[in-house]
């Protein structure tokens, strides 16, 4: 828990993984993706629900704030990122639950890496309870 500059508390939740862009088929394992990519030097845009996050309740999310981190850990080639952004995307499942999403924008070839850390601050009441 932390509090904010109001004095209000906030959970604060730190996301880190892996996401391996390779030409093989997309797998989520312990923080860590592997998406399918076709080979060439090109903008890929790429967005992920983080595999590890919390279902957060998407009606106490009004004034809850993401900080997305990207970094390219292995390339084969030249690469870099365009845009890096996180949102809490709604269940596709239709729950009243919303998930991390990570999207970004990279140009390189698909024998890429990247290390993430994406901080999501939220009220108490925006996490339920275990079941």
């Known amino acids: 828990m932390v509090t904010d500059l109001e ?3 906030r959970r604060s939740t730190t996301y880190t993984g ?3 862009v390779r030409p093989s088929p997309v797998t989520y394992v312990r923080g860590s993706a592997t998406m399918l990519w076709e080979s060439g030097n090109t903008a890929h845009p790429v967005a ?17 704030y993401l900080a997305p981190e ?4 292995g ?9 890096v952004s996180a949102r809490f995307a709604p269940d596709p499942r ?15 070839r698909p024998q890429t890496s990247f290390s993430y850390r994406v901080t999501a601050i939220v009220p108490p ?3 339920p309870p275990p079941q």
């Open 75 to 83: 390339m084969h080639g030249d690469a870099y990122v365009e845009t």
């Open 94 to 108: 239709e729950q009243p639950v919303a998930w991390v999403e990570l999207a970004f924008r990279f140009v390189g």
């Open 125 to 127: 009441e925006a996490v």
């Open 7 to 9: 004095g209000r508390p």
């Open 48 to 64: 992920v629900l983080l595999p590890d996050g919390l279902p957060y309740l998407a009606a106490a999310l009004d004034d809850a």
């Open 70 to 73: 990207l970094a390219i850990q």
């Open 18 to 20: 892996v996401i391996r």
